[in-house]
């Protein structure tokens, strides 16, 4: 079991520059009190990116890019990774195990099981720390990440020649504040319902003319919204409580010398969420039988549906059996960038960063209470799966450590354009990375095995990992303007990744006494029937290395028709390497998958009057080799010893394409418009699994061949108004502010998985926010903001336990929430 629920996700982040002036969804550093935040024209070309690792007009980058300033989070209320999914097309996320494990998906590529993920985070040009737990967790943009930014930029389609991990699906780049000349400051207070309480303090000191430092921090408190109804364990699911602190430091050591350096802290720790069992199978239904063990866990889920109902139970009722569940992440990291500028024409950079990353969490699978009654005023729990940290105490612990050197010049004509770079990236276990999953047992320690059995065959299911990862990438790109139009780029990059699995997996038996029991060693090819003493004993040990190395390339022609107006189109190719899991019976390890892809795309922006942009793009991706999650169907020969299989195999050939606007317009003074759209159209065209072994009769796909990827809606939208009321500027600055999001239903899991709950329902969000800067020429602002306002119910992830017990449900949405906020500025 616990080789089927080990997920890596991997993410990456790039820095930015702010502009001076930028519509809502892209505005730049937060203007003095006395300004108009509405002050900036509708024009995308006052914004500057670093998406090609150097600065740039964002309507100058052959890219389809969304960018969301740090005002623009605060207005949504955006603090986590699935927060900011819901405004940015193109991009979902799965939050099937809780907010802090989200993983990413751009353009309908995701991450299957144990697989590297489709979408990496970069923080400060720094790729995210790794984590390779039991589940998603870690690689992004986890607890304490949105704030005191500069802004985010989400870029897609694959950007493996300039980045340092290999992705198929885009980039998320998280870009910090950097310090500046000028002393600064603010202290920010929010309140909310649900309890919530958050606090954000920044601090800018210019220490001498070359010396500059900036500190801020967000403490973050909020009740849950989950009521639990079991009894075991807190009221509440799904709280927040996390701190993070960053401190960064700028020294220009020589006039064209400059060292910067950023330390970041982070910890969080909560109840963790936990599914709404909304359906179940009471035999009714001749198609579905009752078997085996739905026998008894279907009418079981379905009492406790009832009783749920019977007792007041909403969409947001729970009902976990675990007496101390939690989610505790704690991060840090340090980056240091040195940049010399050697001439007009050379530049010189590198940047070299370390990181921990630890993650514990304890979980009721699928939020089942199941109770039989044998007999009249008697009861019998029965468990069903719940997760814990294994030996280590650590599901993840994982140290990163990356190494980058640049070299980025132009000739002294301007015609050419160049950068180059090395790239290094070593991944290290902190100890062993472990969980112990309880398997139809009750287990009070599930590591030592003191476990009640009531269904008598129950058990634990042990790992203990750890992942050594070793990336090496070299690359180099260039620009040339073949006619003061005309810009010709190409760009080739070739990655090296190894990888070495040290795997300890064991299965427990536990005794009818309830204290110990016998171990065996689960991968059962390596180790038929062997016993040992154990979880973690050396005679379960498997050692797997893998090698794969891949070339990805860039080639774009763009043609610029005035200087705000340009149209694009390349080819790319990306790949996404491949990774190990031994305990995949007959397939432990897994290739590279690679995509190509074909986009043309344009982007105008004008001035005058109505001010504004539209940007537009239109792809094809071609994706060969993909790495599909694959159910093992075992020979009956081999039925109960050959246990159930999930694997990951590169059979899947998909093919995906869509298009993608942003868009914004000042229709008059003080109103600000901005559009976000895309399009998406995915299908798996074809499932192709190598022969299979004696032992499995059967390969099929978790996905359905001629249906849609998983998130991949086909029609999302993003609509902001913005309105700045027309008062004296002695009043301070009034605005009033609604984001909606419409998403259309999509895919997420495969109807065999989950028959009632495959579907992500469509959605509509709406946000609204109203905001008083400068309150009467005073350095205060005051905020309310609203979100969900219609309070619309939906789950964000199906649980996928149908299949297996007879029931299912998913994980609720945030209900409405609505807060205060005010911040008080000091300082130039």
């Given at each position: 079991m616990a080789s089927t629920l080990r997920v890596g996700l991997l993410l990456d982040t790039t820095m930015i520059l702010a502009a001076a002036a930028a519509p809502a969804l892209a505005q730049t550093t937060p203007a003095p009190a006395e300004a108009k935040a509405g002050a900036a024209d509708s024009n995308a070309g006052d914004i500057i990116v670093t998406a090609r690792r150097t600065e740039e007009r964002l309507q100058d980058v052959p890219i389809s890019i969304t960018v969301l300033s740090q005002d623009a989070l605060t207005k949504r209320d955006i603090y986590n990774a699935t927060d900011l999914a819901i405004y940015v097309p193109s991009l979902s996320s799965n939050a099937n195990f809780g907010p802090e494990k989200s993983s990413f998906s751009i353009r309908g590529f995701t991450q299957e099981g144990k697989t590297a993920p489709s979408v990496a985070v970069y923080f400060a040009d720094v790729v995210?720390?790794?984590?390779?737990?039991?589940?998603?967790?870690?690689?992004?943009?986890?607890?304490?990440?949105?704030?005191?930014?500069?802004?985010?930029?989400?870029?897609?389609?694959?950007?493996?020649?300039?980045?340092?991990?290999?992705?198929?699906?885009?980039?998320?780049?998280?870009?910090?504040?950097?310090?500046?000349?000028?002393?600064?400051?603010?202290?920010?207070?929010?309140?909310?319902?649900?309890?919530?309480?958050?606090?954000?303090?920044?601090?800018?000191?210019?220490?001498?003319?070359?010396?500059?430092?900036?500190?801020?921090?967000?403490?973050?408190?909020?009740?849950?919204?989950?009521?639990?109804?079991?009894?075991?364990?807190?009221?509440?699911?799904?709280?927040?409580?996390?701190?993070?602190?960053?401190?960064?430091?700028?020294?220009?050591?020589?006039?064209?010398?400059?060292?910067?350096?950023?330390?970041?802290?982070?910890?969080?720790?909560?109840?963790?969420?936990?599914?709404?069992?909304?359906?179940?199978?009471?035999?009714?239904?001749?198609?579905?039988?009752?078997?085996?063990?739905?026998?008894?866990?279907?009418?079981?889920?379905?009492?406790?549906?009832?009783?749920?109902?019977?007792?007041?139970?909403?969409?947001?009722?729970?009902?976990?059996?675990?007496?101390?569940?939690?989610?505790?992440?704690?991060?840090?990291?340090?980056?240091?960038?040195?940049?010399?500028?050697?001439?007009?024409?050379?530049?010189?950079?590198?940047?070299?960063?370390?990181?921990?990353?630890?993650?514990?969490?304890?979980?009721?699978?699928?939020?089942?209470?199941?109770?039989?009654?044998?007999?009249?005023?008697?009861?019998?729990?029965?468990?069903?799966?719940?997760?814990?940290?294994?030996?280590?105490?650590?599901?993840?612990?994982?140290?990163?450590?990356?190494?980058?050197?640049?070299?980025?010049?132009?000739?002294?004509?301007?015609?050419?354009?160049?950068?180059?770079g090395l790239y290094l990236e070593l991944s290290n276990p902190l100890g062993y990375s472990s969980g112990a999953a309880s398997i139809f047992a009750n287990c009070p320690n599930a590591v030592a095995l003191q476990c009640s059995n009531p269904l008598g065959f129950g058990t634990v299911s042990d790992y203990s990992i750890k992942d050594y990862f070793n990336d090496k990438g070299i690359y180099a790109q260039i620009d040339y303007k073949l006619t003061d139009r005309l810009i010709l780029t190409g760009g080739i990059r070739y990655t090296h990744d190894y990888l070495k699995d040290d795997d300890i997996n064991t299965d427990g038996i536990p005794n009818a006494t309830g204290t110990g029991g016998t171990y065996y060693c689960q991968n059962i090819l390596a180790y038929p029937n062997k016993m040992v003493a154990n979880s973690l004993s050396p005679g379960c040990f498997i050692e797997t290395t893998q090698s794969t190395g891949r070339p990805t390339w860039l080639l774009n022609a763009q043609y610029d028709i005035s200087h705000d107006a340009m149209v694009y189109a390349k080819w790319a190719r990306g790949y996404r390497e491949g990774g190990i899991n031994p305990n995949n019976l007959g397939f432990p390890s897994w290739g590279p998958e690679k995509v190509d892809t074909y986009e043309a795309g344009s982007k105008f922006s004008w001035h005058g009057a109505m001010p504004g942009f539209f940007n537009f793009a239109a792809f094809y991706n071609n994706f060969t080799a993909q790495q599909l999650s694959v159910n093992a169907v075992i020979a009956p020969a081999y039925a109960g010893v050959v246990p159930p299989q999930q694997l990951i195999l590169n059979a899947g050939k998909s093919r995906i394409f869509g298009a993608e606007v942003d868009a914004a317009i000042r229709p008059f003074e003080g109103f600000h418009l901005d559009l976000s759209y895309a399009y998406l159209n995915t299908k798996l065209e074809s499932f192709n699994p190598p022969a299979p072994p004696v032992y499995f009769s059967s390969l099929t796909a978790a996905a359905q061949v001629g249906g849609p990827l998983e998130l991949s809606p086909k029609n999302k939208v993003t609509l902001t108004g913005t309105y700045t009321l027309p008062l004296d500027r002695s009043y301070g600055e009034v605005s009033l502010g609604a984001t909606f999001t419409h998403?259309?239903?999509?895919?997420?899991?495969?109807?065999?998985?989950?028959?009632?709950?495959?579907?992500?329902?469509?959605?509509?969000?709406?946000?609204?926010?109203?905001?008083?800067?400068?309150?009467?020429?005073?350095?205060?602002?005051?905020?309310?903001?609203?979100?969900?306002?219609?309070?619309?119910?939906?789950?964000?992830?199906?649980?996928?336990?149908?299949?297996?017990?007879?029931?299912?449900?998913?994980?609720?949405?945030?209900?409405?929430?609505?807060?205060?906020?005010?911040?008080?500025?000091?300082?130039?």
């Open positions: 995210a720390p790794r984590a390779n737990g039991g589940t998603t967790s870690g690689n992004g943009a986890g607890p304490g990440s949105m704030f005191d930014l500069q802004d985010v930029q989400v870029l897609k389609g694959p950007q493996g020649t300039l980045f340092g991990r290999n992705t198929t699906g885009g980039a998320i780049l998280l870009v910090p504040a950097k310090p500046t000349d000028k002393f600064q400051g603010s202290l920010e207070g929010s309140v909310g319902d649900y309890n919530m309480h958050r606090v954000q303090g920044m601090l800018n000191v210019p220490l001498s003319d070359n010396f500059r430092v900036r500190g801020a921090f967000d403490w973050n408190q909020r009740d849950g919204y989950l009521n639990n109804v079991s009894g075991i364990g807190p009221d509440k699911f799904g709280n927040t409580n996390y701190f993070a602190g960053r401190l960064s430091m700028v020294g220009d050591l020589t006039p064209n010398l400059e060292n910067y350096t950023i330390f970041s802290y982070s910890r969080s720790n909560d109840n963790g969420v936990v599914p709404n069992l909304l359906v179940c199978n009471n035999g009714s239904n001749p198609s579905q039988p009752l078997l085996g063990l739905t026998t008894i866990t279907g009418p079981a889920a379905c009492n406790q549906i009832a009783q749920q109902k019977a007792n007041g139970g909403n969409f947001y009722t729970v009902n976990s059996t675990d007496p101390h569940p939690y989610e505790r992440v704690t991060q840090w990291q340090v980056i240091n960038t040195t940049t010399w500028k050697e001439s007009d024409t050379l530049t010189v950079k590198n940047i070299i960063s370390y990181a921990e990353y630890y993650e514990a969490s304890s979980f009721s699978l699928w939020g089942t209470n199941l109770q039989l009654n044998p007999a009249p005023g008697y009861t019998i729990p029965v468990p069903t799966i719940q997760l814990d940290p294994g030996p280590s105490g650590y599901n993840a612990a994982e140290s990163t450590f990356t190494e980058e050197f640049q070299l980025q010049g132009r000739t002294a004509n301007d015609r050419l354009h160049w950068q180059a998403t259309d239903a999509n895919r997420a899991v495969a109807p065999i998985t989950s028959p009632y709950l495959y579907e992500i329902p469509a959605t509509d969000d709406l946000n609204i926010n109203v905001d008083w800067k400068g309150v009467f020429g005073r350095p205060l602002d005051l905020s309310f903001f609203m979100t969900n306002v219609t309070n619309e119910h939906h789950i964000l992830f199906p649980d996928g336990a149908y299949t297996t017990i007879g029931a299912e449900g998913g994980h609720p949405n945030l209900p409405r929430m609505f807060g205060l906020r005010a911040k008080v500025h000091f300082g130039d």
